[in-house]
């Protein structure tokens, strides 16, 4: 092996080599009294400077800072941020609109009053039908649901696994007859 | 004092003399230390000034040291270190968790001390940079006849002479050198702090070092 680079040699002092690497470096400091004397000069120059007096900070120090803060400034919600961002559109919009179209500013937000009204007017009847309905069908699941569960917990309390497994089946083939013939007859009626 | 003192008497009154939290040896350590800095950094963001408090108390020290050697003067290093807080202070709504806080605080500090280097029109630009992709001026070999400099001096004496020697070195090398054997940031907290590579980093820490050593022996 040839003799160390400086810079490898901070490196193997300051333990940033790979071990296969700091090996060899070892065997070669071993055998060479050049290198080994460089190394011994780096060495001692890190030692001091990693040993330096410390700076102290004065006593006073933190609460000279603390009397100097203010209030932390903070970052704007993302409801802020969405209903500001919607306001400024909407003001864009009407300021473009007013400028297009030579309306007066007050008819304009007057009109768009109006839409917004009738909209809300057509809108909110079906929106609480949809909503009663939705909670309609959530009830049924729900309510399925748990009997469904409380079969399951009687069938695993009552019957081994093989007669489970079979009362299972039979189930899930009689829910789909049940299905089948519940379209069937829906059918039979539309063509008749 | 060295170092192993310095831990002792702050296991003893922790308060008094927070030790620099990025010198603890073990990834656990570092990784509760982390998480602790991240804490903090809510509880401020949320209004309570203490947690602040608290930041301060446990970086002053760390920061003062490497801020107070990189300008040379008690006083001008006390008013950047408290500025430095201020500015932290101001910008931790921008504060990103998945980084580390201290290097967060550190860059902080650095790009801090290169705008008042700017202003002083102290030269930023590395060797390299100024002389060329490998401009260093440094043996990269050991001479077959290189003389013994710093083993001539006590150990108290070469920490004198290093002090010394620092104020003259290139502002860019007296930087990193404080960040690597000063504050004992690894080379890679001390790339994110730059935002150079690492192997730059490197570099220069190795250049600082042989231009002390050239120093040293102008100043025997």
């Known amino acids: 092996m040839k003799c160390l680079g400086i810079e ?24 060479c009294q050049k290198c080994t004397n460089a190394f011994e000069e780096r060495k ?22 603390m009397a100097r803060i203010g209030p932390v400034k903070t970052l704007p919600s993302a409801w802020i941020k969405a209903a500001a961002a919607a306001l400024a559109s909407i003001s864009v919009t009407l300021l473009v609109i007013f400028l297009a179209t030579g309306q007066n500013l007050s008819t304009l937000v007057l009109g768009l009053n109006h839409s917004l009204w009738n909209y809300v007017r057509n809108f909110l009847p079906v929106l609480l039908k949809l909503f009663k ?8 699941i729900q309510q399925f649901t748990g009997y469904l569960l409380k079969a399951f917990s009687w069938l695993k309390a009552l019957t081994s696994l093989q007669i489970q497994l079979t009362i299972s089946i039979i189930a899930v083939i009689s829910i789909a007859i049940l299905i089948y013939g519940i379209k069937r007859i829906i059918f039979i009626g539309e063509k008749t | 004092m060295d170092r192993s003192r310095r831990a002792n008497k702050a296991k003893k009154n922790p308060l008094a003399k927070p030790f620099p939290s990025f010198s603890v040896s073990t ?16 509880r401020t963001i949320k209004g309570e000034k203490e947690a ?11 920061l003062f040291n490497s801020i107070g050697r990189m300008v040379g003067e008690r006083e001008l290093a006390l008013e950047f270190t408290q500025e430095v807080f201020l500015k932290t202070y101001s910008s931790l709504h921008t504060y990103q968790p998945q980084y580390k806080f201290s290097t ?5 500090a650095s790009n801090y001390v290169i705008d008042f280097w700017r202003k002083k029109k102290i030269d930023t630009l590395s060797l390299d940079e100024r002389q060329g992709s490998n401009g260093h001026n440094c043996a990269l070999a050991v001479a077959a006849d290189e003389k013994s400099i710093v083993r001539k001096f006590e150990i108290s004496q070469l920490r004198t002479k290093i002090e010394d020697v620092l104020k003259e070195i290139p502002a860019p090398l007296r930087e990193v050198f404080i960040w690597r054997h000063i504050s004992e940031l690894s080379y890679e907290e001390i790339a994110e702090i730059k935002g150079l ?16 050593r050239k120093l040293l022996e102008e100043k025997k």
Do not use: C
């Not at chain 1, 333990?15 to 690497?21: G, H, Q």
């Not at chain 2, 602040?52 to 760390?62: C, G, H, N, S």
């Not at chain 2, 590579?197 to 002390?212: N, S, W, Y």
């Open chain 1, 133 to 140: 309905l939705a909670s309609l069908i959530f009830g049924v």
């Open chain 1, 8 to 31: 490898q040699i901070y490196l193997y002092i300051e333990k940033e080599l790979s071990p296969a690497r700091n090996r060899e470096i070892k065997e070669h400091l071993a055998i």
């Open chain 2, 104 to 108: 967060w605080l550190f860059k902080i």
């Open chain 2, 27 to 42: 990834l656990e350590d570092r990784m509760s230390s982390m998480d602790e800095d991240k804490k903090l950094v809510e």
């Open chain 2, 52 to 62: 602040f408090e608290l930041i301060i108390r446990k970086y002053q020290q760390p």
């Open chain 2, 197 to 212: 590579p690492v192997g730059t980093v490197k570099t220069r820490v190795f250049q600082a070092k042989e231009l002390i």
């Open chain 1, 44 to 65: 001692l120059l890190v030692k001091a400077a990693k040993s330096l007096p410390l700076w102290e900070t004065p006593p006073e120090f933190t609460r000279q800072v």
